[in-house]
């Protein structure tokens, strides 16, 4: 059974609007060296010793495409997937590389989101996985801030107020492995629903773990950070990317 990684990088990137007029929101630089996002997430798997990627592209794809090429400059195997338009969503973008066999029910996924930049071991996750045998495992973080105020309520008077507060609850950092065979799976459920747009994470893991299926938690105390949206580029520190991800540059 393979290895493969999968890296979602096809999205218009509303929320970055209006950078995302003219760039993939996956090609926008970061840090003190200017290099897209995608160049860390790429490296991280290379880091890793995960050298065949699947980069599943549709706006703007050939900005990514004459960036990496087929990915020898970068030490990895980069193949190309482009979205149909049509059928929107994660799972989708998922579900046509299967149809292209660029992936298949013998191989292990590890799923990227592209708007995300991330220090995690993904060695470690793998070994999480195998040592489950689950059919799904998700990356969780704790301690995620808020960005909003949260208040606790009785008879219209707010009794307790917190502004931006810390959560103990463990949240998706957007890293996910799949076994291959779930593809099939996501191909039952995609035709028995009405899917607007097809989730990997809203619909795909809730259905999973609805029908008891083995999902695992791989909790991780990684630097994670979600960039995908103008706020959260803006608010992204130089100094403290090259010093949680300078060792992939």
């Keep these: 059974m393979s290895v493969k990684g999968v890296i979602m990088a096809g ?29 860390y ?6 880091y890793h010793e995960i050298r065949d990627l ?8 050939l900005q990514i495409q004459n960036y990496f090429d ?12 482009i979205d149909q338009p049509d059928r929107k969503g994660s799972a989708n973008a998922l579900l046509n590389a299967y149809n292209e066999e660029a ?4 191989d292990t996924l590890i799923i990227y989101y592209g ?27 704790t301690g995620f801030n808020v960005n909003v105020g949260t208040a606790e309520v009785k008879d219209k008077w707010i009794e307790s107020f917190i502004e931006k507060p810390r959560l103990n609850t463990p949240v998706s950092i957007g890293i996910i492995i799949l076994v291959g065979k779930v593809l099939h799976q ?7 629903g009405q899917f607007e747009s097809y989730d990997l994470m809203g619909d795909v ?18 630097f994670w950070y979600d960039v995908g949206s103008m706020e959260k580029y803006e608010k992204l520190s130089n100094e403290r990317l090259s010093e949680e991800l300078g060792f992939l540059l």
Aim: with cysteine; glycine share 6%; net charge positive.
């Design 54 to 61: 699947i980069l599943l592209v549709g706006y703007k794809y």
């Design 115 to 141: 708007d995300i930049v991330s220090n995690i071991n993904l060695k470690d996750m793998l070994k999480t996985h195998k040592e489950t045998d689950a059919l799904a495992t998700v990356a969780l973080a």
């Design 70 to 81: 087929q990915g020898e400059r970068f030490g990895v195997r980069l193949q190309y997937v």
């Design 41 to 46: 997430i790429v490296k991280l798997y290379r």
């Design 11 to 39: 999205g218009v990137g509303t929320r970055f609007r209006p950078l995302t007029n003219y760039f993939q929101k996956c090609m926008i630089p970061i840090g003190d060296l200017e290099k897209p996002i995608l160049e």
């Design 205 to 222: 893991v809730q259905y999973l773990v609805s029908k008891k299926e083995k999902v695992a938690a791989h909790l991780t105390d990684a």
């Design 186 to 192: 996501m191909m039952e459920l995609y035709n028995d």
């Design 103 to 106: 992936i298949t029910e013998n």
